[in-house]
C-alpha cells in the first residue's frame, strides 16, 4: 500500500480526536472536524479511523475533556438555582461561545444511509428502460414529420383542386416567317421497376433500373433536340404521361421478378420525373409553358382489377402525378392536368387533342389489327364530339394514323410479348408537332438505348 496518499495523516488524526473529545455529541463533532480539517468527515470514516489508529471506539472519545472537568466549571451541566452570579455569567459566555461555533459549522453530516446494492437484473432493467425511451423518441420525431408531410401535401391538393381550369393554347402574333407549333412528347409503358434477362426473349432484350433511368434522361435530350425545327416558333410543349410508368405487382411474376416494389417504385420516378422535366425546362429557355398531361394506366392500380368508376382513387399512378405537380410547383412553366377519369383532353390551336392510356379498348387477334377495334370504340364513344387527335399507349407498338397516335414501350421486348406472338420492336416513345394552321405538322419516334 505504499505510495498511497491518504487525507488521515496523523495532523489530521489529532485534529479529529480534538474534535471529539471537545464535544458530547457525534453530529457536532464530526461538523466541527469538517469545518477544520477542510473535508467532509462522516462517521463511519471517523469511527474506522480512531480505531485503526488508536484502537479505541469512538464513543470512548466523545466529551472526555468536558467529563475531566470539575463540576463547578461546567456550569451547564448545574441547575440553575445552584448557580452564583458569577457562575450564571459563565454559563451565558459557554452558550454563546456554543452558539458562535455552531453558526460557522456546516450542515450535520446524517449517516449515509447503506446503499443497496446492484444486481445484474438492475443493470439490465435500466439499459431496456433507456432503450425504450430512445426508440419513443425516435417514433415521436418520425410521427411529426409525417404528420408535417402530409399536411403539406393536402394543402397542395386542396389548392390544386381549387385553381381555375387552365386555359387553351392559343396562337400569337407571327414572329417572321415562323410558323407556331406545340411540340407534343408522348410517355408511357415505362414499366421501370420490371426485370427482363436477355436469356428469356432469345437475347433480343434486356431491361433493368440502370437502362430505365438512362432513357428517361435521354427523353428529356430527344425533346430538346426535335424542337430544334427551325420552321417553328414554339412557345408552348406537352408532355403527355399516359400511365404504366411502373408494373406493379397485378400479376403473380412481376411480385417474384420487379426490382422495387410498388411504393418503392413510385419513389423511383418521382425522382426521375423530376429531373427529366427540369432538365426539359433548362434546355427549352424558350419555352413559356409546358402542359404536363397526366393520364393512369392499368398496371399503377391497387385492386385486383379496373374499377371503373373509382379508377384514379385506386391508383398509384394518380398519387404519383399529384407528388410531383407539388414538387414542381416552384416552377410556373409547369401547367399539370391530371386525369380524373379515363379520358383528359387539352385544346390546342381551337383543336382538341384527347389523351389515355388505352387499356378500355379490347383487342382480340383480328385480321386487322389493333386499329379497327380502337376505331369503333372511339366511334361509339365520341359520337357528336370533334376530337382532331387521340393518343393512347397500352398497347407498345408505336403506330401513328394521323388522327390516332399509339405509342411504343420503353421496356421493349418482354417474355409477354413474345408469348403473344407480338412483332419485335425496339424501345421508343413518340414525338409530334402540332402546327397552328395545319395541325400535325411532323411525327417522330424517340428511339432509346
Given at each position: 500500500?505504499?505510495?498511497?496518499?491518504?487525507?488521515?495523516?496523523?495532523?489530521?488524526?489529532?485534529?479529529?480526536?480534538?474534535?471529539?473529545?471537545?464535544?458530547?455529541?457525534?453530529?457536532?463533532?464530526?461538523?466541527?472536524?469538517?469545518?477544520?480539517?477542510?473535508?467532509?468527515?462522516?462517521?463511519?470514516?471517523?469511527?474506522?479511523?480512531?480505531?485503526?489508529?488508536?484502537?479505541?471506539?469512538?464513543?470512548?472519545?466523545?466529551?472526555?475533556?468536558?467529563?475531566?472537568?470539575?463540576?463547578?466549571?461546567?456550569?451547564?451541566?448545574?441547575?440553575?438555582?445552584?448557580?452564583?452570579?458569577?457562575?450564571?455569567?459563565?454559563?451565558?459566555?459557554?452558550?454563546?461561545?456554543?452558539?458562535?461555533?455552531?453558526?460557522?459549522?456546516?450542515?450535520?453530516?446524517?449517516?449515509?444511509?447503506?446503499?443497496?446494492e446492484r444486481t445484474s437484473d438492475d443493470d439490465l432493467a435500466e439499459h431496456r428502460s433507456k432503450v425504450r425511451i430512445s426508440e419513443l423518441e425516435d417514433a415521436k420525431k418520425r410521427l411529426l414529420k409525417d404528420i408535417a408531410d402530409k399536411n403539406e401535401q393536402i394543402l397542395i391538393l386542396q389548392e390544386l383542386?381549387?385553381?381555375?381550369?387552365?386555359?387553351?393554347?392559343?396562337?400569337?402574333?407571327?414572329?417572321?416567317?415562323?410558323?407556331?407549333?406545340?411540340?407534343?412528347?408522348?410517355?408511357?409503358?415505362?414499366?421501370?421497376?420490371?426485370?427482363?434477362?436477355?436469356?428469356?426473349?432469345?437475347?433480343?432484350?434486356?431491361?433493368?433500373?440502370?437502362?430505365?433511368?438512362?432513357?428517361?434522361?435521354?427523353?428529356?435530350?430527344?425533346?430538346?433536340?426535335?424542337?430544334?425545327?427551325?420552321?417553328?416558333?414554339?412557345?408552348?410543349?406537352?408532355?403527355?404521361?399516359?400511365?404504366?410508368?411502373?408494373?406493379?405487382?397485378?400479376?403473380?411474376?412481376?411480385?417474384?421478378?420487379?426490382?422495387?416494389?410498388?411504393?418503392?417504385?413510385?419513389?423511383?420516378?418521382?425522382?426521375?420525373?423530376?429531373?427529366?422535366?427540369?432538365?426539359?425546362?433548362?434546355?427549352?429557355?424558350?419555352?413559356?409553358?409546358?402542359?404536363?398531361?397526366?393520364?393512369?394506366?392499368?398496371?399503377?392500380?391497387?385492386?385486383?382489377?379496373?374499377?371503373?368508376?373509382?379508377?384514379?382513387?385506386?391508383?398509384?399512378?394518380?398519387?404519383?402525378?399529384?407528388?410531383?405537380?407539388?414538387?414542381?410547383?416552384?416552377?410556373?412553366?409547369?401547367?399539370?392536368?391530371?386525369?380524373?377519369?379515363?379520358?383528359?383532353?387539352?385544346?390546342?390551336?381551337?383543336?382538341?387533342?384527347?389523351?389515355?392510356?388505352?387499356?378500355?379498348?379490347?383487342?382480340?387477334?383480328?385480321?386487322?389489327?389493333?386499329?379497327?377495334?380502337?376505331?369503333?370504340?372511339?366511334?361509339?364513344?365520341?359520337?357528336?364530339?370533334?376530337?382532331?387527335?387521340?393518343?393512347?399507349?397500352?398497347?407498345?407498338?408505336?403506330?401513328?394514323?394521323?388522327?390516332?397516335?399509339?405509342?411504343?414501350?420503353?421496356?421493349?421486348?418482354?417474355?409477354?410479348?413474345?408469348?403473344?406472338?407480338?412483332?419485335?420492336?425496339?424501345?421508343?416513345?413518340?414525338?409530334?408537332?402540332?402546327?397552328?394552321?395545319?395541325?400535325?405538322?411532323?411525327?417522330?419516334?424517340?428511339?432509346?438505348?
Open positions: 500500500m505504499s505510495g498511497i496518499v491518504t487525507k488521515w495523516s496523523p495532523e489530521n488524526v489529532a485534529t479529529l480526536i480534538s474534535c471529539l473529545r471537545r464535544n458530547v455529541n457525534e453530529t457536532t463533532a464530526m461538523a466541527e472536524a469538517s469545518l477544520l480539517l477542510g473535508f467532509e468527515v462522516t462517521f463511519p470514516a471517523a469511527s474506522k479511523t480512531i480505531n485503526r489508529h488508536c484502537n479505541m471506539r469512538l464513543s470512548q472519545l466523545l466529551g472526555q475533556d468536558i467529563k475531566s472537568q470539575p463540576p463547578k466549571h461546567d456550569p451547564s451541566t448545574r441547575p440553575l438555582d445552584d448557580l452564583d452570579p458569577e457562575s450564571l455569567a459563565e454559563l451565558a459566555a459557554f452558550r454563546s461561545t456554543q452558539a458562535a461555533r455552531a453558526s460557522q459549522l456546516p450542515p450535520a453530516f446524517a449517516k449515509p444511509e447503506p446503499k443497496k383542386r381549387r385553381s381555375k381550369p387552365l386555359g387553351p393554347i392559343v396562337a400569337v402574333p407571327k414572329a417572321g416567317k415562323q410558323r407556331q407549333g406545340v411540340p407534343v412528347m408522348v410517355c408511357s409503358d415505362w414499366h421501370v421497376e420490371e426485370s427482363i434477362d436477355p436469356k428469356t426473349v432469345n437475347g433480343l432484350n434486356e431491361y433493368n433500373l440502370d437502362i430505365a433511368a438512362r432513357c428517361i434522361d435521354q427523353m428529356a435530350d430527344a425533346f430538346e433536340w426535335l424542337l430544334r425545327d427551325q420552321r417553328f416558333d414554339c412557345r408552348t410543349g406537352i408532355v403527355a404521361l399516359l400511365g404504366d410508368l411502373l408494373s406493379g405487382y397485378i400479376h403473380e411474376e412481376l411480385q417474384e421478378k420487379n426490382f422495387l416494389s410498388p411504393p418503392q417504385a413510385i419513389i423511383w420516378l418521382l425522382e426521375h420525373l423530376e429531373k427529366m422535366l427540369r432538365k426539359i425546362a433548362a434546355l427549352c429557355p424558350n419555352l413559356d409553358r409546358i402542359i404536363v398531361a397526366c393520364c393512369d394506366g392499368n398496371h399503377g392500380r391497387n385492386t385486383h382489377k379496373i374499377r371503373v368508376s373509382t379508377r384514379t382513387a385506386n391508383s398509384l399512378e394518380w398519387m404519383l402525378y399529384h407528388a410531383l405537380a407539388g414538387k414542381m410547383a416552384d416552377d410556373p412553366r409547369f401547367e399539370f392536368r391530371i386525369a380524373e377519369g379515363q379520358w383528359l383532353f387539352v385544346d390546342v390551336f381551337g383543336d382538341t387533342i384527347a389523351f389515355t392510356h388505352g387499356d378500355s379498348f379490347q383487342y382480340g387477334g383480328g385480321v386487322g389489327g389493333i386499329t379497327i377495334p380502337i376505331r369503333r370504340g372511339i366511334a361509339r364513344e365520341f359520337q357528336g364530339r370533334k376530337i382532331k387527335k387521340f393518343c393512347m399507349g397500352h398497347f407498345h407498338q408505336r403506330t401513328d394514323l394521323g388522327d390516332i397516335l399509339i405509342n411504343g414501350s420503353m421496356i421493349g421486348y418482354s417474355p409477354y410479348a413474345m408469348r403473344v406472338h407480338a412483332p419485335y420492336e425496339q424501345r421508343q416513345q413518340a414525338w409530334f408537332m402540332w402546327d397552328s394552321e395545319r395541325g400535325q405538322a411532323a411525327s417522330n419516334p424517340i428511339w432509346l438505348t
